[in-house]
């Protein structure tokens, strides 16, 4: 059974920075690109970033471009989010997501989230 | 990148069909993914690669492509279908993933 753990999620400080993280297991971790979307308190789905099977290519939205850095450990089945400069409107729950078998965007396994909230 | 439409709500009576609609330019591209999300849950995948289901996902649902427009049917709708329905796919210049704004399905 696919699992997809997040973690890290607190209350910070605009401007500040913080890091989540998410465990995976039961299925093999670097066979798939991985992703994070975010949905804010009551809104949509946006997605975040993506991380290839090795690590070697990302993507951002733009909307947090230049701010946020995603990666991963192939070692430890883990995928993490840097994330710095943060913003009120980063506020959110933050999922960690698993590429389908046909590739993404399907996204087939999630996990239960995490929540960022950024306020003073 | 592009954007994907979807329209806020909708609503079925019980045991009619409904069909929930993304429109967006990246679809004459890209197939679409369609999710399933209950209160307080994480998103479900429900369709997928335009019209594939996962292993689960009962067969009153499916999905079909046409232009700029992805839809996801629902043949029967039971109360427990009662949920948010996102639509995603790539933008454009397929780096980026794209969700639809989300459509609230009401079970009358």
């Known amino acids: 059974e696919v699992q997809l753990v997040e973690s890290g999620g607190v209350v910070v400080q605009p401007g500040g920075s913080l890091r989540l993280s998410c465990a995976a297991s039961g299925f093999t971790f670097d066979d798939y690109s991985m992703h994070w979307v975010r949905q804010a308190p009551g809104k949509g789905l946006e997605w975040v970033s993506v991380i290839s099977r090795d690590g070697g290519r990302t993507y951002y939205a733009d909307s947090v471009k230049g701010r946020f850095t995603i990666s991963r450990d192939n070692r430890k089945n883990s995928l993490d989010l840097q994330m710095n400069s943060l913003r009120s409107e980063d506020t959110a729950l933050y999922y960690c997501?698993?590429?389908?078998?046909?590739?993404?965007?399907?996204?087939?396994?999630w996990g239960q989230g995490t929540l960022v909230t950024v306020s003073s | 990148s592009s954007e994907l439409t979807q329209d806020p709500a909708v609503s079925v009576a019980l045991g009619q069909t409904v069909r929930i609609t993304c429109q967006g330019d990246?679809?004459?591209?890209?197939?679409a993914s369609w999710y399933q999300q209950k209160p307080g849950q994480a998103p479900v995948l429900v369709i997928y690669?335009?019209?594939k289901r996962p292993s689960g996902i009962p067969d009153r649902f499916s999905g079909s492509n046409s232009g700029n427009t992805a839809s996801l049917t629902i043949t029967g709708a039971q109360a427990e279908d009662e949920a948010d329905y996102y639509c995603?796919?790539?933008?454009?210049?397929?780096?980026?993933?794209?969700f639809g704004g989300g459509t609230k399905l009401t079970v009358l």
């Open positions: 690669d335009r019209n």
């Open positions: 990246s679809l004459r591209s890209y197939s």
């Open positions: 995603n796919s790539r933008d454009s210049s397929g780096k980026h993933v794209v």
């Open positions: 997501a698993k590429e389908g078998s046909s590739g993404w965007p399907t996204f087939d396994s």
